[in-house]
């Protein structure tokens, strides 16, 4: 029985590793198109979610720019600005980052927050999401017009905002960054919406 010679293992190496990166290959193409379709789909759900859709007449997800490694989708309505979408992270959270959507109609009022990723700890640091605790809703028509930025914070640290029995850090980290955001909103408002210059 003959044996195998390097050559011949490596050609049988090499032909196996052709039909895999074919394969791959395939799939990835024919699947290519359904993933940015469901991406697509899924971003405007989020974006549905912290603004409802009789406010805007444009496709928020295809209008977005980014400053200072911000993600802002912008709102009009017959071409006239109407609320920002703010995708931010914080860092800050007890397991980890915070990934959430803030909504701030041209005036700074926030519309909406909506949790998008966490790793908190169940029964506890997961009350930030809307199924989990209505606490989110806490923020909804908050401007910093009617409160001082001091009161922007749990009421822990002498602010307005509930913490959660056991879980201060988790609330703390999402009120410090929809602080951040509202900051954010009013300093660079002309960036986002040249119009309102």
């Excluded at 198109?33 to 469901?38: G, H, L, S, T, V």
């Excluded at 909506?114 to 790793?119: E, G, M, V």
């Excluded at 922007?152 to 609330?171: S, Y």
Aim: hydrophobic content about 40%; aromatic content about 10%.
């Amino acid at each position: 029985m003959p044996t195998s010679t390097p050559l011949s293992a490596a050609f049988r190496l090499a032909c196996f590793s052709f039909i895999v990166i074919g394969l791959v290959s395939f799939v990835f193409h024919q699947t290519k198109d359904k993933i940015i379709q469901n991406e697509h789909d899924a971003l405007l759900q989020s974006l549905q979610s912290v603004l409802a859709q009789t406010l805007y007449d444009n496709k928020p997800n295809e209008d977005s720019i980014t400053l200072e490694n911000v993600i802002i989708y912008r709102a009009y309505r017959a071409n006239t600005p109407v609320a920002a979408i703010i995708k931010s992270t914080t860092p800050r959270g007890y397991s980890g980052d915070i990934q959430l959507l803030t909504a701030l109609d041209i005036t700074g009022s926030i519309l909406a927050v909506r949790i998008l990723d966490h790793k908190e700890t169940a029964g506890l640091g997961d009350k930030i999401e809307l199924k989990k605790s209505s606490w989110i809703l806490s923020f909804n028509h908050k401007t910093f017009a009617d409160m001082q930025r001091s009161q922007w914070a749990v009421k822990r640290d002498q602010g307005n905002f509930d913490q959660f029995t056991g879980a201060t850090i988790t609330p703390r980290a999402v009120v410090n960054e929809v602080k951040k955001i509202g900051l954010f909103f009013q300093q660079h408002k002309t960036q986002i919406f040249p119009q309102l210059k």
